[in-house]
């Protein structure tokens, strides 16, 4: 009788594959929120860069102007990269840091009045100088947008 026994036969192993329902639903949802998350960060980034532009529209063609754009300049800068890095430079560290992160390399006298102006009691410019600093600012604000906070 013990012949016509057969051997015992384990159960196949539970698979993974396919998954439940469940599991598509939660894989669902996570790809979700990493997408939302996706545009929520870049929609605050394009409201901060908005923000800025529109400060630098703002500013007047004041005695303080250069202190102001350069103001505006440092805090965009410690917004799109390291403020600890950022908010200690200034003088000729400070222009280097914007000609290093500039997307096209600035002119010479614009570099000067931001690294000069700010410092000196009256600094006379004329208003083309106004517009193509405030152009500078603009440029190189909208060109840290893309680069990662």
């Not at 908010?87 to 570099?111: N, V, Y």
Request: include cysteine; glycine fraction near 6%.
């Amino acid at each position: 009788m013990l012949d016509k026994l057969k051997d015992i036969h384990a159960p196949q192993a539970p698979s993974a594959w396919p998954l439940a329902w469940g599991w598509w639903l939660l894989i669902a949802l996570v790809l979700l929120a990493i997408i939302a998350a996706f545009f929520y960060v870049r929609r605050g980034r394009e409201q901060v860069n908005e923000r800025l532009q529109a400060r630098l529209k703002e500013l007047g063609n004041g005695d303080d102007f250069l202190a102001a754009l350069n103001q505006l300049l440092k805090e965009a800068a410690c917004y799109y990269h390291d403020p600890g890095q950022v908010s200690a430079l200034s003088g000729k560290a400070w222009t280097g840091f914007l000609r290093q992160h500039s997307p096209a390399e600035p002119e010479r006298h614009l570099i000067e009045l931001l690294e000069a102006g700010p410092y000196a009691k009256s600094f006379p410019i004329r208003f083309e100088l106004f517009r193509d600093l405030k152009a500078f600012a603009g440029s190189w604000i909208a060109a840290q947008e893309g680069k990662d906070a």
